[in-house]
């Protein structure tokens, strides 16, 4: 049975079409993967079919019947829920007071009961199989994937006959992301639609029965999971073949210590870590998530507090905080996990962001030299390829992998030659990814020193020259050669843990 | 996967029941630092106080300290909820003056139309209130510029009233205020109404609802909080409130006054502060303000105790401001910590 069926959709925004001609069609009892670059319309026709936007024309059919849900509140109740790459938790309120918000059943008195709450919630994850997470902790206590967990929760407790997963599995560790990709099955046995989006081809192609790719706002092809190749499917998402995702890995000369740990500990999140790294080598560090990686990023950093011995360039330090760790002799920079919340001001213009961490060097007697800063604002997004209008345009109505190259960019300004990428490529479509890999090799092959984490292990093993695996907040290998490959980090990664538990 | 996922989850349901209960019972403790912090504050206050005049834990000295508290913890129950909502409520000064001026001016002997007059002041309050949440939701104007030009208005219209403190208040109200019943006077059951009150509308989709668009607006109005609906009814609640203390302060001064209302605003925010209660939306209870109102009055107390200068009092005042504020931003960093 056809659930959703959409004819020729068109979006404009201003003079620009996010969506021009986008066809759609999904049945009951599937899994459907909707894939596209950043900027292909993804997004805008998700947002249509959940009633956060409204088409300018088209046809929009629910099982069978007009569909224009005129906010999302609509869509809910036709059976459309989302789960989007944008949080909807309230930090305040408890996991069960998030999922049934505005929901709540009352009693006489007209008030809400915490424990019916609480049993809703634990026989909703009973019923979806969810895995342990207390439904009165605060949302504000918990991580990026546990807040992702919660927000598939509060869409299933809707009981929607059409569940759209925009982007859920960009912030969960591996066991939730399986977890979830189970969950995705079930439900689509149990009779429900699931519309899939994901940058991670891999993971789509493991569960979609169906693909549909959007390419400039209008629909490409959808076929059969089984019977198309990957390279198609890129191919067919970029319209030209994509030369090669991870660019080679020659074997640079590797320069001198660019960066010396000795004995790094953090709030028992990290215990004396020894790490060295070289100009020129692009280090990855690797381990289950939550496992140090995120304080050893921000030690370096200087965004948290650590004990030990930091050396850069031989050179004995002490960071403080960030400003030291950009302003010192030998600045470190860092691209931060959560590029909305930490490394950019959405509402602010992308030469204001580009320079807002080395304004001084455009200063003279406190006043900004605009002219000297517009220049060197073109120079670096011609290096970094960032689409824009303008520099005044504010960096939140950029696509995501073009926000992700301001950071960049910004990062790059700072002069720093140590370079800290925690998970740069999250939530950036496949080409961008390509531009960020090339880009950091070729910044390696400069001199630079790079510490690369990602939350996906297939990019650490294919572009970073050694893999540091942290176990436990430990460095329990350094890997290097041979060694880089999926299968021996997942070992090291997980070496003993079986046993413990 | 299937199979792995079922695994894994039925291991998990057990999990849930074999989390150490001290673990639990420390975040607990974590989140509450800042009321904690208060409570203490108030112990070693009352300690203090205690030591420099006897017959502090009496009936008696209830009964005086509540009726001394309650005017500025009306105002500030009015203020929490705002507060919790993420705005502010400079107006509240406006409200109390213009309903003890309209109190000292209009209220007549006869007790039936007395009561008329009771309505229509409350009304007016929340009327006022009303506008202010109009004005700030639909034309997205600042909370603090809204209400600190309604102020002005209202401020003005009770001088227009009233040029001068002065004025009657009737006789069946003023014993009204001064009740006694079982012991305890008018002012304390207002104090246990008061945490009744709060006890049901912090439980109600709308006390939840107010808190929940005061920690994440945007968050709230995806998961279909209506906007201009929360902002009326939190800016109503605040200026009902105000007008209620405005009715009772004229139980205890028996006079009208167009600008006593001044001398509230800024302390309903500290007694909230001092309480727990965040400025950025989302975090406190009435509990704490009541709380931090307590503790402004033992501070006033305890100066008085002392006969020294009664300026002394807005300078201890600060400092317990400041020692709270340093509570509850340790509060917030620990419950970030928690949440790596």
Redesign the interface.
Known sequence: MTLIHAQSVTKRFGGVYALHGADFSAEAKEVHALLGENGAGKSTFIQILTGALRPDSGNLLLKAQPYSPRN??EAQAAGVSAVFQE???????SIA?NIW??R?P?SI?????TRTLGRMT?ELF?RY????L?PDR?I????LGERQIVEVAKALSRNPDALILDEATSAMPR?ET??L???V??LARSGKLVIFISHRLAEVRAIVDRITVFRNGATVATYESRSVSDDQIISDMLGRRLDRLYPHRHIAKRGPIALAIRGLSC?R?LTDVHLTVHAGEIMGISGLQGHGQ??LFLSLFGATKSEGEIELWGKKVHIASPYRALRGTNPVALVPEDRRGQGLLLARSIGENLTLAVMRHFARFGFLNTRREEKLCTDISRVLNVKYHGFDQAVGTLSGGNQQKVVFGKMLLTKAKILLLYDPTRGVDVGTKGEIFQLMRKLASDGYAILFYSSDLSEISNVADRVAVLQRGRVVAVLSGEDVVEPVILRWAMSGIDNAN | MLTSAVSRSDKSTTKIMSIPHGERLRIHLMNQVAVLMACTMFGVLVVIYSSFRGGVFSLYELNTDAATTVPLLLAAAGQTIVLLRGGIDLSIGGVISLTTVLAATRFPGNDWSMACWIVAVVAIGGLAGAANGLLISLLRLQPFLVTLATWSMLAGTALIILPTDGGHIPDGWTTAGNLTAVGLSTPVWILILLGLFWCWFSRTRLGLAIRATGSAEKSAFLSGVSLPMIDISTYCLSGVFAALSGLFLVTQTATGSPTVGNDYILPTVAAAVIGGVSLFGGRGSLFGTILGAAILTVIGNLVFALQISSFWQPVASGVVLLIAVLGSSLAERSANREGI
Do not use: M, N
């Open positions: 999302p509140l949080l909807s938790l309230i930090p305040d309120l007071q918000f505005c709540e009352r008195w007209r008030t809400i009961s634990e009973f199989q969810f895995p342990t207390r605060l504000r206590s918990l991580s066991r399986e977890w990709l189970g969950l099955e079930r709030d999140r995120r304080e």
